[in-house]
């Protein structure tokens, strides 16, 4: 669905960038139940819970024109959370209830099944809105954008309380002709894109199916290693340990990326397969870093090829720049400098108009930096985000959850000499 997002400081503008912020996608609705291009516009916003591959169901959020702020949720979010998904949801409903307060909204929380109690035109938006999982006992389905279908095959019968995303054998892509595809994984998020691929024409054969693979693959090898107690307290290992964590969440929000019509476009447009040559001097200098002398873990080692195409994809981008500088021991710096430039503690930061209008809208209206400064880093994450200031940020919230973070924000910008920035933010 396109979608002409508006920069303005309305309450439907500020919320569509809020549930953004958290990698939601919301659908955008007017008060009967039709789709809206202009976010501005929209009274009812619509996603689905997730925590890591496990979707709880849909969530709706009613801006009524009497100042309500009203959330709608099923059951399966009240009873069968994860202890990890329950502190997101809580979480979530804690910058929630922030933003009402900040909006001057009334707050409340109702089960799904009386939304049609609240609003007219409920049968409009049923077939967008509510389009979910359903099937049998050994087998689930879900129809995708673009006439696709991924089917799980379950490994037991599920019981009518289990979660559809549980207990997976196998996992399929349908295309709309009905052929079907099997995947190579066990990833919905993985399915997800893959769904997206398939629907744009291709399979999980092909050489984009097969970097759809490798990125749920390098997912599950860094979320094994970085389960792992740390081996030492070495600085070089604790950058590989930063490393492998930012890795990670990049090759999640790629997959997520992939998973949308205009993702999806987006990412194959710039994307150009990767030429990994398996240099094994690099596997063995990470290895060296990693590996203490005696150990077996294969977590560690399966990891060792995961940063070493890491490392081959930065040097690759900076070939020309290391032939010029480098002489004889440029393998050696580029991995000195690989280490630095991904764990340097920036990753975000508003050199643009637009993402400094973003940081503008930001710094308008108060703050709370929220439970361990939740709210406001993630508000921040994919226009300010960098190490201190979160760490400011995380300092700030011990001392009280609900001050307002803006002025520790402006204190980063000027300890950092950034005084264009606090120049354009006035």
Not at 132 to 146: A, M, P, R
Request: net charge negative; glycine share 6%; aromatic share 10%.
């Amino acid at each position: 669905m396109n979608r002409t997002i508006l920069m303005e400081n309305n309450t439907s503008s500020q919320l569509f960038k809020l549930l953004l912020s958290r990698d939601y996608d919301p659908k955008t609705l007017d008060s009967s139940g039709k789709s809206v291009t202009d976010v501005s516009d929209a009274d009812i916003f619509s996603f689905d819970f997730t925590h890591k591959d496990d979707n709880y169901g849909t969530v709706v959020i009613l801006l009524g024109n009497e100042k309500n702020f009203e959330i709608y949720f099923g059951d399966n979010i009240g009873n069968s959370l994860s202890r990890e998904a329950k502190n997101n949801w809580y979480d979530l409903l804690y910058q929630l209830r922030m933003f009402a307060k900040r909006n001057l909204l009334s707050f409340g929380l109702k089960n799904i099944n009386k939304l049609k109690h609240s609003m007219k035109g409920l049968s409009a938006i049923n077939e967008g809105l509510f389009e979910g999982w359903n099937g049998t006992s050994k087998s689930s389905y879900n129809k995708q954008k673009g006439k696709t279908k991924i089917i799980v095959r379950h490994n037991k019968r599920l019981g009518e309380t289990d979660q559809r995303f549980r207990n997976i054998e196998s996992i399929f892509i349908e295309n709309s002709q009905g052929e079907r595809f099997k995947v190579p994984f066990k990833s919905i998020g993985g399915a997800r894109a893959m769904a997206r691929h398939v629907a744009e024409g291709g399979t999980p054969y092909d050489i984009f199916g097969a970097h759809i693979t490798e990125t749920v693959n390098s997912i599950n090898v860094l979320n094994n290693f970085l389960r792992i107690k740390p081996i030492n307290e070495s600085e070089s290992y604790s950058k590989i340990l930063e490393t492998c964590g930012s890795y990670n969440k990049k090759l999640k929000k790629n997959l997520k990326l992939m998973s949308g019509v205009r993702g999806y476009k987006s990412y194959t447009e710039s994307w150009t397969p990767s030429e990994i040559d398996n240099d094994n001097g690099i596997v063995e200098q990470i290895s060296n870093l990693l590996i203490p002398e005696g150990s077996s873990d294969s977590r560690i080692t399966d990891v060792l090829p995961v940063l070493a195409s890491y490392l081959q994809e930065y040097r690759n981008e900076n070939q020309q720049v290391n032939e010029s500088k480098r002489g004889n021991m440029k393998e050696a710096l580029l991995f000195e400098d690989w280490a630095e430039t991904l764990t340097e503690g920036t990753w975000a930061f508003p050199d643009t108009d637009d993402q400094i209008k973003v940081l503008k809208d930001i710094m308008s209206t108060e703050l709370p930096v929220g439970i361990d400064a939740t709210n406001a880093t993630e508000v921040l994450y994919d226009v300010l985000g960098d190490d201190k200031l979160f760490d400011a940020l995380g300092k700030l919230a011990d001392e009280n959850p609900d001050a307002d973070a803006r002025d520790t924000i402006t204190d980063f910008l000027k300890d950092q000499g950034y005084n264009d920035i606090l120049d354009s933010l006035k």
